[in-house]
């Protein structure tokens, strides 16, 4: 406990973190208001379009939790917190676990908040959550957002530069797994293996698979466990490395 406790002093000690926080659930939030309340009678407002800017959410989320993990490199507290405790494991997870948990809240925040302000936009449009699918879609928002973090994290650990973990990160989700579709023969399909297109598949609206006629190859729940084990693999491997290497 006294781990989870120094971790979450230490995440939320500057004011970047909270900055994202805000940025994780408002940004969503006011998308969905703005694209329902503008788009007029064109654009259905159904449970997956009040959904569709939560991705950007999950962004920043990823963006909290590389800032979690490469801090302690920039400022030297990671060295501190090896000298404080026997091991480096139990410290490296409890990092993982309360960016874990910082980043389920967000989630929680961006995917409840996102639906209940098009309640108020659209409020003759039938948003009630009626099927499991519709509950996937807006609580989903949950997990994706917590794996993602764990990603973060473990990706902010093999690469320990705050500078450099956020141009790929970024880069990653904003730009590359979008060119991919442009590869001939194979883009779709290497597309559907992408892994924040997979978290998509999960929860949040996404236009894609049926604009581009896509097959997946997984329901919802296939493409969660994709998403989870890349996101595990990454941060077991950002413990690890971390655990050889001088702090």
Not at 27 to 32: E, G, Q, V, W
Request: contains cysteine; aromatic residues 10%; proline residues 4%.
């Amino acid at each position: 406990m006294n781990l989870l406790r120094a971790e979450r002093i230490k995440l939320f000690s500057t004011r970047a973190p909270w900055w994202c926080a805000l940025i994780a659930v408002a940004a969503p939030i006011a998308f969905t208001a703005l694209f329902l309340g503008l788009s007029g009678a064109e654009i259905t407002a159904d449970v997956s379009n009040t959904q569709l800017a939560t991705s950007t959410g999950r962004t920043v989320a990823l963006v909290l939790a590389v800032l979690a993990a490469t801090a302690d490199f920039s400022w030297g507290t990671l060295r501190l917190t090896f000298q404080a405790v026997p091991t480096r494991t139990p410290a490296l997870l409890a990092k993982g676990a309360v960016v874990f948990a910082a980043c389920a809240v967000l989630g929680l925040l961006a995917g409840v908040g996102s639906w209940g302000m098009a309640h108020l936009v659209r409020p003759d449009a039938d948003l009630s959550l009626h099927s499991g699918a519709d509950w996937r879609i807006v609580f989903g928002q949950t997990l994706t957002f917590a794996l993602a973090g764990l990603l973060g994290v473990g990706v902010g650990l093999l690469l320990r530069s705050s500078a450099l973990t956020l141009a790929i990160v970024l880069v990653w989700t904003q730009l590359v797994e979008g060119l991919v579709l442009l590869i001939p023969k194979i883009g779709s399909d290497l597309y559907q293996w992408m892994p924040f297109y997979a978290a998509s598949q999960f929860a949040g609206g996404d236009f894609t698979r049926t604009t581009l006629k896509l097959s997946p190859p997984f329901g919802p729940w296939g493409y969660l466990a994709y998403f989870a084990a890349i996101s595990v693999v990454l941060f077991a491997a950002g413990v690890a490395t971390a655990n050889r290497r001088d702090a």
